[in-house]
């Protein structure tokens, strides 16, 4: 797949995917000469906290924003903006994939359909299975010493809430299948706001 620039032959190795609605809206595939400064403006400007923190954070609904993969690093990040109903916030989390998720998360936000049910519906289905229900995944802390977030997803049964430990990118996805909100928790609002959400 060549560089989406009309002038350049260069092989595509960065794939830029806009998101609405939880499907692809545009997408766009640029060579690294092309694609890098477009990426490093993403990831900086989607790190910058522009508001004061409330003096008590608490879980704010974010939406799948951007989605963008690198072949030569098999590395992608997950952009999700905040959801301030009817409008976007100006709040961006930036969350980090490793590329097999990332190609799964792809797959979903494209609507492919395979012939036989993908890991992340399997799960799903079985937990239906078992009389539960996916409420949502919530992103709820940042690990400074492994430079990752942590993610939970909530799941009610029989009356009972049980929370499942899962790294966002798998949190995510099944996000996607299950199609349940994301949020991010009190202890991530902060750090966003402080600037040491990356």
Request: glycine share 4%.
């Amino acid at each position: 797949m060549k560089c989406a620039e009309k002038t350049c032959q260069t092989s595509a190795t960065l794939h830029f995917i806009a998101i609405e609605n939880r499907r692809v809206a545009n997408h766009q595939n640029l060579c690294k000469q092309h694609g890098n400064a477009c990426l490093d403006s993403l990831l900086t400007h989607s790190e910058i906290a522009t508001q004061s923190p409330p003096e008590k954070p608490t879980e704010v609904s974010f939406e799948f924003e951007i989605l963008v993969y690198d072949d030569d690093i098999a590395m992608a990040w997950i952009i999700l903006r905040e959801s301030i109903a009817p409008a976007k916030g100006n709040r961006c989390l930036t969350l980090k994939a490793g590329y097999n998720e990332a190609s799964v998360i792809n797959s979903l936000l494209f609507g492919t359909e395979s012939l036989r049910p993908i890991t992340y519906e399997a799960f799903v289905n079985a937990i239906h299975l078992l009389g539960g229900e996916i409420a949502k995944v919530v992103v709820d802390d940042y690990d400074k010493k492994e430079e990752l977030f942590v993610a939970k997803l909530e799941i009610y049964q029989n009356g009972r809430k049980l929370i499942l430990d899962l790294r966002p990118s798998d949190a995510l996805a099944l996000a996607l299948v299950a199609n349940v909100p994301v949020f991010a928790g009190p202890a991530v609002m902060q750090k966003l706001f402080s600037g040491t959400a990356t």
